[in-house]
């Protein structure tokens, strides 16, 4: 038998985007529900490195993390040549957390201020109706099936995109993630007999041989407690990360552990965002729009945003009785003109780095082509700064690495015209499809270019 019931947002997924959107819509005094597969005990249960940095918390209007849901608080991030024998010292403030502490501490937050939490339920499929997406169909731990309707729905469910996956494939917003866009990732949280140095820096390791497409890192999470892992690029015919991940004590990289207090593997977007976030009666958040880090993968601060960036969006449609594509495409201009120029623009970085073979990346790193300062103010802007092409022009016309440069600044180039492009993202749903191809022209053209 199932049951009807109607919401007036429904939300497929309790992860760090479906949850942090259940937090601000109930903040606001509209009755939410929120479908999650995952028990208590396990919400928030991706594996991922667990690391965050300070600012994305205001940044997404929510308060600061109490303290026993941090493991440990960051200062900042090393990072390794492939011989380890260069390394950069980037100073950046975050947490690891507590991924399952957090999830639960903002879940009853939510629940708190009237958010309606269903834990271990399955959303099956959206209701597409009338050709808009009218609500969910679920079945609850019980066993017994709801077909939920309410005003909008709010895809969260992450790389498994339940709900996208149920939508005519001619919507735009249906958009398919293409695996050479992704990491596939394996991590394991240890317990060392030793101490870690320096337990406030986490750690990360360029090395196309161990972890091709994307990198390995170590991250602690105290004093001798850590959370390693690597990730490789999918959809290339790469190596599976686990497999990888033995190279790490074969070649005597990493302490062995003691214990292995957990162990687990992900799939995590590594592109641009989805190039829209909305449909009719739709908003699509966290991984399932690709609002992730593509040179890092780190995906929790950007789903925090672009939560709240949803929570908005329905308020001011919900003001205007008006839940259409139309009425709901402020998530789409205000996440692509601020985070998400700043993504594509590290769609074009990450193209270049995964062509790079472990002596360009020895080279550069070892002159410093690029200096400490200059690869945390592109990895938080987006922008290459043309004071680092010009340096490095300088140091590789005197070292005769001609190559390089030239991809160096071609890389400057288009991503600086990638942020352009998304900082004049459509206002009107109606011009999207004009928009979509010059993206597909632009990354077409670089990976041209880039490939030469």
């Not at 994305?56 to 026993?68: I, K, Q, T, Y």
Request: one cysteine or more; charged letters at 25%.
């Amino acid at each position: 038998m199932t049951r009807e019931c109607r919401f007036e947002v429904l939300i497929a997924g309790g992860g760090p985007a479906g949850t942090v959107a259940a937090y601000h819509l109930a903040r606001m005094g509209f009755n939410v529900a929120l479908f999650e597969i995952r028990g208590w005990d396990n919400v928030w249960g991706k594996p991922c490195g667990d690391a965050i940095g300070a600012h994305h918390f205001p940044n997404a209007g929510l308060p600061e993390p109490p303290s026993e849901v941090i493991h440990n608080k960051i200062d900042g991030v090393l990072i390794y040549s492939p011989s380890l024998e260069t390394v950069y010292r980037v100073r950046g403030e975050g947490y690891i957390i507590d991924r399952r502490g957090l999830g639960r501490w903002l879940l009853r937050e939510a629940e708190r201020r009237g958010a309606q939490i269903f834990l271990e339920s399955s959303v099956e499929a959206p209701i597409v109706e009338n050709g808009r997406v009218a609500g969910l169909r679920v079945r609850l731990k019980s066993g017994e099936h709801l077909e939920c309707r309410g005003n909008i729905v709010i895809e969260a469910t992450g790389y498994s995109m339940v709900v996208k996956r149920g939508l005519p494939r001619d919507w735009p917003v249906a958009e398919r993630l293409d695996m050479k866009d992704t990491n596939i990732a394996y991590r394991e949280v240890q317990e060392l007999s030793d101490e870690v140095e320096e337990p406030n820096y986490i750690r990360i390791y360029i090395n196309q041989e161990i972890a091709p497409g994307g990198y390995w890192w170590l991250f602690p999470e105290g004093k001798n407690v850590i959370n390693i892992g690597l990730g490789v690029q999918g959809g290339v015919g790469n190596p599976h990360p686990r497999q990888q991940f033995t190279q790490l004590y074969e070649r005597g990289l990493a302490p062995p552990p003691r214990r292995v207090i957990e162990a687990g593997g992900a799939v995590v977007p590594t592109r641009r965002p989805a190039d829209t976030l909305v449909g009719p009666g739709l908003l699509v958040i966290g991984d399932a729009g690709f609002t992730v880090n593509p040179v890092h993968g780190g995906g929790i601060g950007y789903a925090f945003y672009a939560a709240r960036l949803a929570a908005e969006a329905y308020k001011e449609a919900h003001d205007k009785g008006c839940f259409s594509e139309e009425c709901l495409w402020s998530l789409n201009t205000r996440y692509m003109k601020s985070l998400g120029a700043k993504q594509a623009a590290l769609d074009i970085f990450r193209l270049f780095l995964q062509r790079l073979s472990n002596d360009d990346i020895e080279y550069g790193m070892s002159q410093r082509i690029m200096p400490e300062s200059d690869v945390y103010f592109t990895s938080t802007t987006g922008e290459l700064r043309l004071s680092v092409v010009e340096k490095a022009m300088i140091i590789l016309r005197g070292l005769r690495r001609p190559s390089l440069l030239l991809k160096l600044k071609l890389v400057a180039e288009y991503m600086e015209k990638v942020r352009k492009l998304y900082h004049a993202y459509p206002e009107d749903p109606r011009k999207l499809a004009q928009w979509r191809e010059q993206v597909k022209s632009l990354f077409n053209e670089f990976l041209v270019k880039i490939s030469r």
